[in-house]
Each structure stands twice: as C-alpha cells, then as structure tokens.
C-alpha cells in the first residue's frame, strides 16, 4: 500500500467505509462487544483522512480540482457527503445515518475503482496545461459537486423515512426501525440538507454564468439546460416543501428520485461531449467538464 498513491489512498478508504458499516450494522443487530463501540466513526474518519489525501495527491497531478473523470468526481461526492456527515453529525445526532453514508461511500467507491476506464489519466497527455483555464470556472465545479454530496446526504435520509414510516404503518416491531430516528426528526433534517444544498447549487450556478457570459463558447447548450434543469427541479422541491404542499413520504420520493436523475445527467452530459472527435488540448479537456 503506497500512502502517496491516490488510487491506493482511496481503495484503503473504501475499506475504511467497509469497516465501519460493518460494525455499524452489528450494533444495530445488537451485538455489543465494549471495544469496538467507537469503531464505526472511527473508520468512518480514517476513511475521511484517506481519501483527503488522495484527492489531495491527484489535484497536484492534475493542477487543479480533481475532476476530470468518473472516478474524480464520484469521489469528491462521496468526500463532501462524507464531509457533510461529519459536520452534520455535531448537530443532529440520527442514530444509523454515519452506517448508510458509509455503506454509500463504500459501494460507489468500490465501484468507481473498479470499473474500467473511468480514472483515464487525461493529465499525461503532451498536450496538457490544466483541467480549468479560469479559477471561477474551478470554483463552479467545486461548488456544484459538493452541492451534489449534500444532495446524496439528502437522498440516504428520505430513505430512512421511508423505511421508518414503512415500519410505523406496519404496525409490526422490526429491529432496523426500533434504531432508526423518530420520523419527524428525518423529515426536518431533510429539508434542512434541502436548504443548503440549493444553496449551493444556485451558488455554483452564478458563478458558471459569470464565466459563461464571457466565454459562451465553452459551455454547450446541452450542459447548461441539464444544468438549469436540475437546479429548477430542486428549487421547486424547496418551495413546494417550504410551503406544506409537498412532504412526508412524498418529498422523499421526490428527494431520492432527483438524485437518482442528478447521476444520471452526469454520465450523459459526460457521454454527449465526448462525441466529437477532436485532437485532446488544455481547451478541450475543459470543455469536457459537465459542470462549466
């Protein structure tokens, strides 16, 4: 294991996530052995740490915001998620959440690994200068993908009100519900992670259109629609559930379902650009980017 290889730091990470979801889910099943009451957050950190250096590593090598492929930007989310978690968790304390964030990170980290040709090492060609040629352009990308992080936090709570709200009409004792927080908490941390994620996401967005006004050329007409659509689809989702017309299981349907389109637009954004058969440039790698 190299500590100064990013694809190594993030495989141990995965395995960090591992750990602590593993444990995590002992705990729930009530097998309770004294020393290993902390292992879940503590994994959950050394998997944190792990993959902070990783992205680390390969933002030297790329010189920028590692997001140049599938893999770099499926990690970042999973590092904001990661990150949003463990911000969150000083104020909200909802028992089993840390468990499913791990169980995500560790099996869409897992997955970005291993499929084939999603970490093309686009920075080692001659040609290369940079992934953004502008720093507001990075900013907006940046901003966009931890938007996204918030975005899958959100997702992972609106599946544990379901599940709550499954158990509660059942009417049935079952052993994942008795540990999950009370469903009125969920809902209210799921508007909260709303909230800040449209945030984030309209933020990212006047940043975009503050380059994209100087240099159009740059952002096709297909990245800034699949963009504007995702944003008003979440913008509505806020109103709707800011003004009591939309909640409960409904609004995590709607939340879950979102996301489940916000991933998807990434790998269709990514395949449409990539049509074109153009000699690969510093200005082409940056129009590659879904996020400008």
Not at 171 to 184: A, E, Q, V
Not at 235 to 244: P, T
């Amino acid at each position: 294991m190299n500590l100064n290889d990013p694809r190594d730091l993030l495989w141990m990470a995965c395995i960090c996530y591992g750990i602590s979801f593993a444990t995590g889910m002992l705990k729930t099943f009530r097998v309770e052995i004294q020393w290993f009451r902390n292992v879940p957050i503590l994994a959950i950190l050394c998997g944190f740490v792990a993959q902070t250096r990783a992205l680390y590593l390969r933002g030297l090598e790329v010189q920028g915001c590692p997001l140049g492929n599938t893999l770099e930007r499926t990690q970042f989310i999973l590092w904001s998620l990661i990150l949003a978690f463990l911000i969150l968790r000083f104020m909200w304390r909802l028992n089993l959440l840390g468990t499913f964030c791990a169980g995500l990170a560790m099996g869409a980290g897992f997955l970005s690994l291993s499929l084939p040709g999603s970490d093309s090492p686009y920075w080692t060609d001659p040609d290369y200068i940079r992934l953004f040629s502008d720093p507001w352009v990075e900013l907006h990308a940046s901003i966009a993908i931890f938007s996204y992080g918030l975005f899958s936090l959100l997702a992972i709570v609106s599946g544990m009100y379901l599940v709550q709200r499954n158990a509660l009409l059942s009417r049935k004792p079952r052993l994942i519900g008795s540990f999950l927080p009370p469903i009125h908490d969920l809902e209210h941390a799921g508007f909260r992670l709303l909230s800040v994620g449209v945030a984030f996401l309209t933020l990212s967005i006047v940043v975009g259109g503050m380059h994209w006004t100087r240099h159009p050329e740059f952002v096709t007409s297909t990245k800034l629609y699949v963009t504007l659509l995702l944003w008003l689809g979440y913008a509505i989702l806020f109103f709707m559930r800011m003004g009591n017309h939309l909640y409960g299981s409904k609004f995590a349907k709607v939340s879950i379902a979102l996301f489940c389109m916000a991933i998807i637009s990434l790998s269709f954004v990514n395949s449409k650009s990539k049509k074109p058969q153009i000699p690969v440039s510093a200005s082409s790698l940056v129009s590659l980017d879904p996020y400008k």
